[in-house]
């Protein structure tokens, strides 16, 4: 997990880039709870996204989860070939794992997400 | 006198069609995440019906003339393709917070454990499944990738089987199968979950009986096919089999139980009437 990355608390990683966007991805608990993931859905590129919409979906054997924008703005680009290699996701969550990159439209919601203290407190606190 | 603090509350709901039901069980999910508690809803279908997981192709359903004249429903639970007619739903909502909202094995776990533990009190030999990759019981089928990233495709990492009751999850309830010598068994009980914002919604299908109204070729034998004598396991007699679960349900969630009078109304906040159009509409159900 690096020191860059934000949380939102429905277990989407943000991190912040260089050149303005904001890479987004689900975080390491969130792969592991669901286990044996089988499908995915991507969104379009250049759909503009409020946070906290539905931006894709993801089944595991027993369960399909939303996967939410945790920042506004536009979407500029998404992990086309993840859907078919998902054990990337429990690999390498926070790297190769990356799901979309977003334009954000306002990238003070960044700094209103959780830290990585904030977020392993939440962790610690679910049920398993 | 007003209901105890995390009480499980049950509702009995009578037979409705597909998008009715499903719309029903989404508020559920969404009453549970407001009153953060467990809720249960029992239900059963009006006419026979094909449910499909909420990744699974329409064009695989119309692709065989098995389920011509069955009506269409898309869930938005996951998993694969029910036959409904012989069956009972048991719904279950749990707020993300409580203790069985962690991983979705959890949920399954209590809920197939009560039914195990009922059937078993009925001198039936049922256990939970160790299972098994779901595409394990469909070997030499190839994967269909698609990578498109363009909204609405889906890709498939391999060809599951497209019913429910043919594959195999850990966890699913299973009977001997009495046709055969060699230690098959039949699942009996299997679930799927939609793991929404504040609460996990569980559809769970109890089949009953072989619902004659399909081909042999889609046609899995339920409990009274495999326990018997003939007519004792479906309904109205089945109701005290799933009365029994849901009071064992409640004793593995250390919850009192509430059984409701009368039916599930779905409050204000719970989007149900839109919710029951989306569900009717021709672009949900073909959506994949």
């Known amino acids: 997990m690096t020191a860059d990355v934000r949380f939102a608390k429905s277990h989407e990683w ?68 993840l859907p078919d290699r998902l054990e990337t996701l429990g690999k390498d969550p926070y790297g190769e794992g990356w799901i979309v990159k977003i334009r954000p439209a306002d990238a003070t919601e960044i700094d209103r997400l959780l830290d990585r203290a904030a977020y392993e407190a939440i962790i610690g606190s679910q049920p398993h | 006198m007003p209901a105890p603090l995390h009480a499980i509350h049950a509702w009995w709901d009578p037979p409705a069609d597909g998008p009715t039901n499903m719309a029903l069980d989404e508020a559920l999910a969404t009453e549970a995440a407001l009153q953060e508690a467990v809720l249960v809803r029992i239900s059963t279908w009006s006419r026979p019906a094909l449910s499909l997981g909420a990744f699974q192709a329409l064009e695989d359903a119309r692709a065989s003339t098995a389920f011509a004249g069955l009506g269409i429903v898309r869930r938005s639970s996951g998993g694969g393709a029910i036959v409904h007619g012989s069956d009972i739903t048991l719904c279950v909502a749990v707020p993300r917070g409580h203790r069985c909202g962690g991983t979705p094995q959890v949920l399954y776990d209590v809920a197939h454990g009560a039914l195990v533990e009922e059937l078993r009190f009925r001198g039936v030999e049922a256990s939970m499944s160790a299972g098994r990759p779901v595409w394990a019981s469909a070997p030499g089928i190839p994967a269909a990738p698609d990578s498109s990233p363009i909204e609405g495709a889906v890709t498939r990492l391999e060809k599951e089987p497209f019913l429910c009751f043919d594959r195999r999850a850990t966890g699913d309830v299973v009977i001997p199968d009495p046709r055969w010598q060699d230690g098959r068994d039949c699942k009996i009980l299997g679930s799927a979950q939609r793991r929404l914002r504040g609460a996990i919604l569980q559809h769970g299908t109890l089949l009953l009986a072989a619902n004659r109204g399909v081909p042999v070729e889609v046609r899995h034998p339920g409990l009274d096919d495999l326990v018997g004598p003939e ?58």
């Open chain 1, 14 to 81: 943000v991190r912040p880039e260089a050149d303005g966007l904001a890479t987004i991805g689900i975080s390491a608990y969130a792969v592991e709870a669901l286990t044996d993931l089988v499908f995915m859905q991507l969104p379009a590129v250049g759909r503009q996204v409020k946070a906290g919409e539905s931006i894709g979906e993801i089944e595991s054997v027993k369960a399909v989860s939303d996967i939410y924008a945790p920042v506004s703005g536009e979407i500029v680009a998404v992990n086309a070939s």
């Open chain 2, 231 to 288: 007519g004792s396991w479906q309904l109205p007699r089945a109701v005290d089999v799933v009365r029994g679960w849901l009071r064992r349900l409640a004793a593995g969630l250390g919850s009192p139980l509430v059984e409701a009078e009368g039916c599930f109304e779905p409050g204000p906040e719970s989007g149900f009437e839109s919710a029951v159009a989306r569900f009717q509409l021709d672009s949900w159900t073909a959506r994949r």
